[in-house]
């Protein structure tokens, strides 16, 4: 007989949770997941379960799940990993759509963990029930107002999905998203991904209304399966840009990543290409992630996937290291029609420089606003596909007279409506990304992200590139 498996947007907006293991102890992550289900305003019915204590946070406890007399939708099992077998038992004895294990102790252990730990997937499917973990942080599903999550960390919403097979990196990414004014609105810590994988993770966000943009940190991949993922989600109309972070780059993290999930991960090198053109971006770096997925959230990607990209740059440093970092990013900086950098020079001083990059030398020290100018002269040339600003954007307040901060402003408003306008990216390099400057905030505003590297600035532009590559592909 066939059991029909719960879909993960049954198990991700339940009405009713409960928590194995729940603590008194304030250290242990029984108590801080129960402590952060009741902050986050959960509408759904709550139930703790500990045999050893009668009352926790002021609300009674269950000796057992079974002894619970309402239905649950989702447990989440944070005992001790000698009591996860029966937990699960109760759990499946009790009619639970999905169960987050939080306990190692599995299949990062090694055969015989990995084994028992299949068992239980087995067990539970037998039922329809889902298994999220083990191993894992736990999850935050804001649309359903549910943080059961392990440890307390700051939660800016915005509109990325992450799924994690790391909790310490998904931590990461949210103290990025913290400094850098955009969040998530789901963080799946998966674990050990027995049972829900990546790719089903993928679907679930793909229909996700809250969500744009899909990220994630993941230890095996079957590049088929993610291939075939985006291209369904592409004829369902729900494609979203998918960008990950993939172990394995090195024989140190394959064995790395056996220790930590039990993932029995392919070598994948950095220069490996399986993915391009699949609709998911590799990155290479942890830094990287957060700021490509702000990226595509903000910015359209590349008409046609096209590679011709503008520095313009306020000073000679800067437009030879963005130079170096378009290139080395697969991109091109390709020398400007007569026509273009005819405009350009009506806009610059005569020591500037027109072909690709441009270094306006000193037209931005006269008027900040020439920034926005100068990239729509750009922009109207169809023969540039996006357009990086490098140097000191958002500086020239501090660097050179109060009365240019206005001036700022005004340009930032500028480029989100150019934007708008010519449907190309645009992408802000400056020195004092980490700086609090209203032209800054109004570039936030305006959905231009801005960086303080050159380097992530140049591999942001290349994710949107990519993602247009595949959209052109699946239009062909």
Not at 67 to 88: E, G, K, M
């Amino acid at each position: 007989m066939n059991i029909q498996l719960y879909t993960l947007e049954e198990v991700l907006q339940p009405r009713s949770v409960a928590i194995l293991g729940a603590s008194r102890a304030p250290q242990k992550w029984g108590h801080v997941a129960a402590k952060q289900l009741i902050a986050g305003g959960f509408p759904g019915d709550i139930f703790f379960i500990n045999p050893s204590v009668s009352e926790i946070l002021g609300r009674p406890v269950y000796r057992n799940l079974r002894d619970v007399p309402n239905h649950v939708d989702l447990a989440v099992i944070a005992t001790s990993f000698n009591h996860v077998p029966q937990a699960v038992d109760d759990c499946i004895a009790h009619g639970v759509k999905g169960i987050v294990i939080i306990t190692a102790g599995f299949s990062e252990t090694g055969p015989a963990g990995r084994e028992l730990e299949l068992q239980l997937v087995a067990r539970c499917r037998e039922h329809g029930i889902r298994i999220i973990g083990s191993n894992c942080m736990g999850l935050y599903v804001h649309r359903a107002s549910l943080n059961a999550l392990g440890m307390v960390f700051s939660l800016p919403v915005g509109p990325i999905g992450l799924v994690s097979q790391s909790g310490n990196l998904g931590m990461y990414w949210y103290a990025q998203a913290e400094l850098d004014g955009l969040g998530f609105n789901t963080f799946l810590s998966i674990g050990n991904a027995v049972d829900v994988t990546f790719p089903e993770c993928m679907q679930y966000l793909a229909h996700d209304p809250e969500t744009t943009v899909i990220a994630g940190y993941v230890e095996a991949i079957q590049e088929d399966t993610l291939r075939q993922m985006t291209r369904q989600m592409y004829k369902e109309g729900c494609y979203k840009p998918v960008v990950i972070l993939l172990s394995g780059a090195t024989e140190v993290g394959v064995r790395a990543a056996l220790a930590h999930t039990g993932t029995h991960a392919a070598l994948r090198p950095d220069h490996d290409t399986t993915l391009l053109g699949s609709g998911v971006i590799r990155v290479l770096r942890s830094d990287e992630l957060f700021p490509v997925a702000q990226a595509l959230a903000m910015q359209p990607p590349t008409p046609k996937g096209g590679c011709r990209i503008v520095v313009i740059g306020d000073g000679g440093g800067s437009s030879v290291a963005s130079g170096d970092a378009i290139i080395r990013a697969g991109l091109e900086v390709p020398i400007l029609s007569q026509q273009t950098q005819e405009s350009l020079r009506q806009l610059m001083p005569d020591r500037a420089t027109s072909t690709n990059p441009v270094d306006v030398a000193g037209a931005a020290d006269e008027d900040p606003l020439s920034f926005a100018k100068l990239a729509e002269a750009c922009l109207k040339d169809p023969d540039v596909d996006g357009v990086i600003i490098a140097g000191l954007f958002g500086g020239y307040r501090m660097l050179l007279s109060e009365a240019f901060g206005p001036r700022e402003e005004e340009a930032a408003h500028e480029l989100g409506r150019l934007v708008r306008q010519y449907r190309k990216p645009i992408l802000i390099q400056t020195v004092y990304a980490r700086y609090d400057i209203q032209a800054l905030h109004t570039l936030r505003e305006e959905c231009v992200p801005y960086y303080e590297s050159v380097e992530i600035t140049c591999r942001a532009m290349a994710a949107l590139a990519e993602t247009g590559q595949f959209l052109a592909r699946m239009e062909a």
